[in-house]
């Protein structure tokens, strides 16, 4: 390790660092506006030259690399003058002017100021202010070209740190200027993720909100008093933010540098879609329906809602048994929230009718994972990305979905990471993979198992993987030698050839990691394709190693934890089983109530026992399912046959407008607790700003309920009950509010005689599996529960889009709204010509159930014979033309696949009226 | 039969040689008793359109001809190698200003047909791949470079053979040959004389350094204002792949080496090396910080051999000599021979390959014939644009990378510009300055910001309106941008406008 001198201290430096990496790990202030942290060196504004001993030139330290022996001096004379003039020059650029909302602070002008640099030096007549541009059209940032300095950092981050290339210099000299190609932002192809406004260090690309704080006239009370570190709350990559405070009030969400998950990161939804937390649709008050009509609410009081709740659900399981009231708890609540909520089930109901929306997302993978490995969760960490030879991307679309990790994947991939992506689409990581397995929808399976019959049949298998840690191989290796590439062609159109490719790149790689999304998991075959890709990593021995593993990317904020806690209604915490009697006992004993051991209802067996007469009331908890779930009209039936719902959100969402009573939620922002991320890191989730009105978050909600139904339960704070948790669970035994302090802590932690402060679990399966050996599931593969016919000849696919979230309950609540303001039907340019759709008109779409009419958008993103669209907006009820298909072992429904047939509208309507 | 020799060079045309040859063609159709070999030209510019006629006792010259004079002079007798006045230049090899040169590196250069790979061949060319591919072993190559003293050509002067050596150290996988033509120092042309005149030995240099260095692609980056270059090597490159010269089996031997012509889009500092490349890799193109050295890190992040067009051109006489002929020629550390190019306010401007060692004032008498009659030398700059301006006293200076360098001058390219008291001192100094802030790419503060701003001081001088402090902004500026540029067109842009302020009579002090 070189040992450095620095202004006559000494260092030491790793083989291959710079002066500046030095000089900032040791707080050394060497000057530079055009270096970050998160940027590769660049060079340009030569503030950071210093004179290195035996050199007749100066060096910047920013590109200087260390050497043995090496003796700086960071600010002689000479320097210091440089310095001066080159700010001076900075300054005549740009007036010296500033505005808040770039980076962290005033770069440039806090130089200015040390180096007593003058302004006006080298202004006046001379002075030529570069023409003035204001770019106010992204919907969170505004860019004024006066005040930018060329340091490029803005132009570095989008390509660097997000891969998207929108910003580009144009000119040369001192003509040179950023501009968004192709002119403007909205014209652009910008993600709105903010890098570049992260780094701006003059504020010429600034936040709008922060610059609308900073023009509003505040009364003392409410400058900017502060800051408070959470996690973003929504997609389950759990990015680390800091809020920035003022009053009550959040002016900027801004990504943290030291988190391993984001570091430094975030996408447009975490950074800037929080307007919905102050936008007067929230719900401030809890609401009882007055009248036998849906949606005729009063206000109520908390006292007069708790007391009727009680009492309505004491009644039902008086007179119709434990059986007649059933709750979902949701997998955007804290883990202290579905712990009380399954623990109130358990307890106040005396059944195990719980269940959380992760049923429709990664139930199936959960299951799958089980059987193979014997646990659910993802067995490798985000930081992995980082480590890993290949990545395998299937049904999943990251740089929308999760956009976080597919800038990530992305910036893997342009280091030399393999990227081989199995999706019906060509979605965006389609334009950075070496293969792309276009399949039709619904098809997994068999890809998969075509891939696993190429590398056994090549002899590309890791045999002694399979000797020493597997089981059941037989049987699998004569399941998959049915799945040649030719035989998965037909299935699948997938090219035989392309197939092989992709099959010896995932086998040959050294270490390959897989991450999947529900285009996995909501099929009918949800499961079977969760375990054929499990299957694939066992094969090549791609699973305990760094780099490789199956990582589903979980949809929701807290899809792991929401299952981690119980809310499901065959386990407890960490999927301990009820019907294991010393499992029980610790249960009863901290709970000292009796657990039932009768396995409950899923959400689709909640679905048929309400439609049957059975169940009798539900209180949903944050969970639109009257929007989101399949076969709507069938849910709406069944919940409109309820005799009492009680619905907790922060909207009047749809699920809401049939509800009884209406309980007031807080946000994520607005409440403390803890959420796991799909890596299995616990992290904290702290109250950023008060909620409004009489709002109260779900676990205060729960308490009054079950101490109303005369089964108090009491926690004062959410630490006590993560307390709780730990005690009951010995994979979370190790995790307190104390020790999450610090980032958070991957489970599991166990806490044993000899180990206290367990570091967490970065990568599981290592030396055992939680089964003892991993067992193959050879899995056969059955055609998705609706296929094209001549009535319905498209295959329609249902996902995201980068702007909304979900339900989009919260983010068409934000500017996004406007950004985006409806769900699009993409199809292929030949099925626009065969159906006669035209770009921007509407289309009606029908399937068996129902039809909704949807604005096209041709694209050639999707294959022909398939088309896209997404499920945010309530207008559309998109959801309402897809069955009640399901994974066939978890009841996972099959969002992925339908067959409609898609009309234009004008047309339809004009030959109505000639007829 | 008898052959007409005639320059097609870029120079040649520009005054009038391309209508000569419309010409010669139209007589040739009807005569039909002479061949027409094209070449490029021999550099003596002043002497053009020139026609060269192969007589036993040598090649016979006739100057300046127009289209209209080439039917009287066939008539004349000029095929023979007829006196015929005012053309008549006698031996061509007896004119004095290519007498007095010693030609290496241009030794073919308006001689052979240019596009001919067999006229090549036929002059010697192809021996020293020859050599390299199955007598030397490639660090007998790299000695062979080192031992010949050659220095780098574009300008920095580094030493080739130490460069190949670097290159041929790293271990990697690619590595890569770049031949840097992309010569944007106005007065300047020898890179595209030699591109125009003499490609394969361009190609044969590059394919030689390929071997010794273990690279199979290279790239030539010709300027976007040289489209004649890029067609000439176009052909060149074409023909050579087809006869085993280039291509992935090179003269049999096994060894793959092809080479690909680009061009960038016309900015100056693309001729900085590592500009160069990263606009080859289709990026802006804007100064990279060294190091890493293009030799460790270069195009797409390999070691590259980045070298100058008349390096490269070089290297086939040397190993086909010997290193030793060529080292014994040149003074110092500047070994063998320099191609100026003489160009301004001279009476006879051309271009020079001359042993180093001369000085600068022999050169403007011997070759540049003087500044016109009844005119006085104001200045001569040397080495570009970036480069110190000269006056009459500095003129002894002998042309040496060194002593140049001692004198606070750059020999650089070889680009002699001169300057006679039609020039108002004032307005070159200006002239200097936005050349460099036309040229500056934008990316380092000091160059960007800096060379914008002296601009403007001295257009505030030249329209009359200097303040008291000017001198102090114009000096702060020129400080920082020497100490802090990133590349030499920052830290030298200033050079010439100081050295002109300091020097030139009239400026404002």
Redesign the interface.
Known sequence: MPGITIDGNNYEAAEGTTLMEVARREGLPISSVCYSDHLQ???????C?VQVEGQR??S?A??T?VREGMVVETGTP??R??RR??LE??L??NAGQYRPGGSAHAELNDLATEYEASPL??QG??H?VRQATVDNTGPYFSFDSSLC??C?RCVRACDEVQGQNVL??E??????RVVADPGTFDASACVTCGACVKECPTGALSDKRVLEQSQRPLPAHETPDRTVRTTCAYCGVGCQFEAQVSGNRIIRMYPVDDSPVNMGHACVKGRYAFDYVRHPDRLTRPLIRQSEKPGDFREGSWDEVVALIASRFTKLLESNGPDAVACISSSRGTNEENYLMQKFTRICLGNNHIDNCARVCHSSTVAGMQEVFGTGAATNSLADIESTRLILAVGCNPTEAHPVVGARIKRAVRRGTKLIVIDPRKIELTRYADVHLQLRPGTNVAVLNGLANVIISEGLADERFIAERTENYDAYRETVAAYTPESVEEISGVPADLLRRAARLYATSGASMAYHGLGVTEHLTGSYGVMALADLAILTGNVGRPGTGINPLRGQNNVQGSCDVGALPNVLTAYQKPSDPDVRARFEAEWRWPVPQQPGWKIPEMWEAALAGKLKAMWIMGYDAAQTEPNTDLVRGALANLDFLVVSDLFLSETALLAHVVLPASGALEKDGTFTNGERRVQRVRRVVDPPGEALSDAEAICEVAAAMGKPMLHRDPSEIMDEIARLTPSLAGISYERLEDGGLQWPVPVTHEVSNHPGTAILHTDRFPRGLARFAPVEYVPPGEEPDERYPLVLITGRVLQHYNAGTMTRRTRLGEVVDRDLLEVHPDDAQLYGLKDHCQARVESRRGSVCLTVRVSERVAPGTAFTSFHFPEAQVNTLLSSSADVITRCPEYKVLAVRATPLRLRYDWRGIK | MTELFLSQDTSSRSIGSRDVLSALRTEQLQRGDFDLVLTGSRGAFFLEPMIEVSTPGGRVGYANVHAEDVPALLDGGMLDGAEIRPFYLGLVDDIPFLQKQERITFRNCGIIQAGSLEDYLEVGGGEALRRALFELTPEQIIEEVKRSGLLGRGGAAFPAGLKWQTVANCGSDEKYVVANGDEGDPGTYADRMLMEGDPFALLEGMAVCAVAVGAHSGFIYVRAEYPRARQVLQHAVDVARDSGFLGHNLLGSGFAFDVEIRSGAG?YVCGEETALLESLEGK?G?VR?K?PYPAVQGLFGKPTVINNITTLATIPPILRQGADRYAALGIGRSRGTIALQLAGALRTPGLVEVPFGITLRQVLDTFGGGVQEGRQLLAVQTGGPLGDVLTEQSLDLPVEFDAFAAAGGMLGHGGIVVYDDRTEPLELAHRLMAFC??????????C??????AT??LA?WLAGEAAADDRV?LN??A??MR????CALG?SACTPVISALNLLPGMPR
């Open positions: 060196s660049y060079g340009s504004c030569r503030l030259v030139a100066l910047a920013c590109t690399v000479e320097v003058r440089i003039t080159l020059l900075y005549s650029e030096r080298f007549e001379r030529t300095i060329l490029a580009h210099l000119g040369r000299g001192f003509s040179t | 900015a802006r804007m910080p190091p802030a036309e040229e500056s790419c934008g990316k380092c503060a000091p960007r910001i800096g060379t914008q701003r403007e001081i505030s902004l702060d500026i400080f920082a100490g802090a540029s990133l830290s």
